[in-house]
């Protein structure tokens, strides 16, 4: 495995972030993002938000990202409550790991091997700065109602593991 591009090769990627929640008046809300439509990713998704290792200004993954050089907790931390901030706009905690999931997808002809791994945070502010331009939309959401806006299985299955962490 690596970075090379040769037939049936695999590409690994490591992103982390978080599964955000407030309490509002004894109930919980879940903190869900929309993507901005894109170039590289033409359909806004709502989806938990995460992105690379490496804070890296280009638009191509750094040496954590690419697991070139091992991220420690600390470093995945950090990465998963910058993410939180940048495609949020809100500073949260991390309370707990929740897990890491994988998964495989295609692009440009790169079979790519992703690991993101996700904390529950509890919520402190919103950032006056606001989200990124990766993001369209954010909602807080009750636990339903984030699990059906969700797009992707393995978030939901993210999201019904940080309820239970808090039950």
Do not use: C, H
Request: glycine share 6%.
């Amino acid at each position: 495995m690596g970075k090379g591009k040769s037939k049936g090769s695999i590409k690994r990627i490591f992103s982390a972030g978080g599964v955000v929640y407030k309490k509002l008046n004894s109930r919980m809300f879940w903190l869900i993002t929309k993507s901005k439509a894109s170039t590289l990713y033409p359909n806004e998704v709502w989806r938990l938000p995460k992105g690379w290792l490496d804070d890296t200004k280009e638009e191509k993954p750094g040496p954590y990202t690419l697991g070139i050089r091992k991220a420690n907790t600390e470093f995945i931390e950090e990465a998963a409550l910058r993410e939180v901030a940048e495609e949020a706009g809100v500073k949260a905690k991390i309370v707990k790991k929740i897990d890491t999931i994988k998964f495989f997808f295609k692009q440009d002809n790169q079979n790519n091997l992703k690991f993101v791994t996700f904390f529950l945070m509890k919520y402190i502010s919103n950032l006056k700065e606001g989200f990124g331009e990766e993001t369209s939309e954010i909602a807080w959401l009750d636990f339903s109602k984030a699990k059906e806006r969700l797009e992707y299985k393995s978030e939901i299955e993210i999201l019904k593991k940080a309820q239970k962490l808090l039950t």
